[in-house]
């Protein structure tokens, strides 16, 4: 079965550090753009980052750049959204998701992980 599957959410304190994991089954990671996407409160989807199957790096928005990185252990068949200097504005669930390399819109998606950022 195709799955994505978030974990290393949390409650944590501004200025704190996070790394998600999303961590792949049935398919090869390797092979796919993944991405993070986040769900603020009251707020529609927006993506966070991206990484290209070949290595290439997309950040979105100024508010993350520089705070946020983004990384895959092939080996592992695992991504990673790292977070540094979180704010409260970070607050929201955290998604990824996986698409085949020609395909614009995100083919398979993980069910989310929490993270709550407090000041």
């Known amino acids: 079965q195709v799955q994505l599957a978030e974990s290393g959410g949390g409650l944590v304190k501004t200025g704190d550090s996070l790394r998600l994991t999303c961590t792949a089954s049935g398919f090869t990671l390797a092979d796919y753009t993944i991405a993070w996407f986040r769900q603020r409160p009251q707020k529609e989807r927006e993506s966070v980052a991206s990484?290209?199957?070949?290595?290439?790096?997309?950040y979105s928005g100024d508010s993350v750049k520089g705070r946020f990185t983004i990384s895959r252990d092939n080996a592992k068949n695992t991504a990673y959204l790292q977070m540094a200097n979180l704010e409260v504005e970070d607050t929201a669930i955290y998604l990824c998701a996986a698409t085949p390399p020609g395909r614009v819109e995100m083919q398979i998606w993980g069910q989310g992980t929490q993270v709550s950022v407090s000041s």
């Open positions: 990484l290209t199957w070949n290595g290439f790096r997309t």
